[in-house]
């Protein structure tokens, strides 16, 4: 076809035959042809001229050409309406957050159990021995104890600070070493709420108050030891001597002989100082230096407690110590001890240990013994299973530690369990505690502890997505475990027969008269001798001085409380039972949100199979 043609098809004209086509005519067609071959612009009559350059006559366009979308008029329309509309109602809101003036809303008021824990932790400000920080918050206590410990043959600072026990003025460092464990299991646990309601540096000064003083009571700088010192001042029971029993003296008074006791064996001791230190240790990582050193000293005691000839009770045959905080036996320490040591450092050695089952075997661990199930400064079995079972639940490490975690997992169900009415292991007092401590003297420290363990196992559980646990043939649910924990410490704040906190300072109604040689002496600048302040120990005035966050022994059997000084049976509060109502609250308050910090005790621990082989590079043709 050439270019020429505008209308298409053949230039040929047929005409019939080609016989019956004329000489004239064969040449009119020649010349047409040419002409038609050659590019010219030629006149159409006026049915071409409509036909081919006029359209033909249009309707009214429907769609709105967009360039690359065409759209109808009433698309188009609805859309801007949208685009108007989502203005309005999307942008102007966000346009006008942004520009008006921001108010922060106020966080929500603490609870109850955040009020308690505050003051609990003041207690142990309250405690402190030598020389005192200005900011300790206190302003009835000073620096005390300044010669404790003069002579010691491995330490210039001697045996100058950590805590006093009770009310009296003695160092007892087994419960000692105990409550800071507890106050280092729980801020481990919980970090978060103590960050919320901004205890988190106060605990942590607490416990290095009590790890640092741990540190000078042996020599810390060696890898082996053959001594360690576990007592400042005390008494004899009897004694007419000036001592920290005869005498009614603030600690900042103390004029009489502080003897030190020192012990060349003591597995107990040392075990539980070196769960103190080990569990220290994880609270401090984030100052390396720091938390190396109670590493070292962890298992430097801990050889001590496992060395072969110095196996036995500390407080064995000692007048000082046998009274008072008199140890039972030292495989639990060893187990606790093993465990902590393990979480420190990743060492497998100490996980061996921990599920040795001599150590069970030795311990009584796994036998059905109701007061082997209840946490003290003296049993720490419930404890280290209730570890040993977080162990199991989280990494499960299977052999060859599986059988022995899997009986301690059992054994702390079946501790679970006996905290219930309904299985008759304990008593109960009518207004509702548990008497774990069979109707004996200051029963509190003992509910405390239970509270704590109960909440924190309801807390592994619910990590676990796991709803409760069987006890027997009843199933109990984890709102029932967490209902114990609760009624326990809900008792201890008020919710008694007596209608009265056994906390001091928490409530409108509390002991006055707290068995305390310091709170119950006034601070009027005139030093009272050794017997001169017995007058204060008489006196039924309130103590000038309340020892806030102090939480006192408790009631009897009976629900009954007598708020006297000289009864220290119901009125004078202890460094461990304080310990375990800090752990119990810090796990029970919903300041921070609930639950554990799962992962942040595994850190040291190594992977427990072999890790996954790369992946094989890419196949290249």
């Not at 249009?58 to 801007?80: I, R």
């Not at 599986?402 to 109960?428: A, I, P």
């Not at 409380?561 to 009864?567: A, L």
Request: net charge positive; hydrophobic share 35%.
């Amino acid at each position: 076809m050439h270019s020429a043609n505008h209308w298409g098809g053949s230039l040929e004209i047929y005409n019939g035959s080609a016989e019956s086509t004329t000489d004239d005519e064969r040449s009119r067609n020649m010349e047409w042809d040419k002409a038609a071959l050659q590019p010219q612009h030629h006149h159409l009559d006026e049915t071409q001229q409509s036909w081919l350059l006029y359209p033909q006559e249009t309707k009214k366009k429907k769609y709105v050409d967009l360039g690359c979308v065409a759209c109808s008029h009433k698309a188009l329309k609805w859309t801007l309406y949208a685009f108007v509309f989502s203005l309005l109602v999307i942008a102007l809101p966000i346009i006008l957050v942004k520009t008006l003036p921001k108010h922060s809303s106020k966080p929500p008021p603490p609870d109850n159990y955040t009020l308690a824990l505050r003051k609990a932790l003041l207690f142990f400000n309250a405690q402190k021995s030598g020389k005192l920080h200005k900011n300790n918050g206190i302003p009835w206590r000073g620096d005390s104890g300044l010669q404790d410990g003069n002579g010691t043959d491995f330490s210039k600072a001697g045996l100058v600070g950590g805590y006093y026990d009770a009310g009296d003025n003695t160092k007892f460092h087994f419960p000692m070493a105990f409550a800071m464990t507890m106050l280092s299991w729980s801020v481990i646990e919980y970090r978060q709420k103590y960050e919320a309601i901004g205890e988190y540096q106060h605990t942590r000064d607490l416990i290095r108050w009590g790890t640092d003083y741990l540190l000078l009571t042996f020599n810390s700088s060696a890898s082996k030891i053959d001594k360690i010192y576990c007592q400042v001042g005390g008494s004899r029971n009897g004694s007419s001597l000036p001592d920290d029993h005869y005498c009614w003296q603030r600690p900042e008074d103390m004029d009489y002989p502080r003897p030190t006791q020192v012990v060349n064996s003591g597995a107990d001791l040392a075990g539980e100082m070196a769960a103190a230190l080990a569990a220290a240790s994880i609270v401090f990582r984030d100052n390396e230096a720091y938390s190396k050193k109670l590493v070292r000293g962890a298992v430097t005691v801990y050889d001590f407690a496992r060395d072969g000839g110095r196996r036995g009770a500390y407080s064995s045959g000692n007048d000082y110590i046998q009274p008072y905080y008199n140890s039972t036996g030292y495989y639990d320490e060893y187990i606790w001890g093993a465990t902590w040591l393990y979480y420190a450092t990743g060492n497998i050695t100490y996980i061996r240990l921990a599920t040795e089952p001599g150590f069970s075997k030795h311990s009584k661990a796994l036998l059905s013994i109701p007061d082997l199930s209840v946490l003290s400064w003296d049993n720490k079995l419930p404890a280290a299973m209730l570890l040993l079972t977080r162990y199991r639940i989280f990494l499960n490490p299977g052999y060859p530690y599986e059988e022995m975690l899997h009986m301690y997992h059992r054994k702390t169900e079946l501790n679970m369990c006996s905290y219930f009415q309904q299985f008759d292991v304990f008593n109960w007092t009518k207004g509702g505690m548990i008497q774990l401590n069979h109707g004996r003297p200051q029963p509190l420290q003992y509910v405390a502890n239970a509270a704590f363990l109960a909440s924190l196992y309801v807390d592994y559980l619910n990590a676990t997505r796991v709803p409760g646990l069987n006890c027997g043939p009843k199933f109990i649910s984890l709102d029932l475990l967490r209902s114990f924990a609760t009624s326990q410490i809900n008792y201890i704040l008020g919710d008694n027969p007596m209608k009265m906190s056994y906390v001091v300072g928490y409530g409108t109604k509390f002991p006055r008269h707290v068995h305390h040689r310091g709170a119950s002496t006034p601070s009027d600048n005139t030093r009272y001798s050794c017997t001169g302040g017995w007058k204060w120990r008489e006196s039924s005035k309130p103590n000038p001085h309340n020892i806030t966050g102090a939480m006192v022994g408790g009631p009897d059997r009976f629900d009954q409380f007598r708020d006297v000084r000289t009864n220290y049976n119901f009125t004078e509060p202890t460094l461990a039972g304080n310990a375990g109502l800090v752990a119990a609250l810090a796990s029970l308050t919903s300041s921070g949100g609930i639950g554990i910090d799962k992962n942040s005790i595994f850190t040291a621990v190594p992977p427990l199979y072999p890790p996954s082989p790369p992946s094989p590079p890419a196949w290249k043709p």
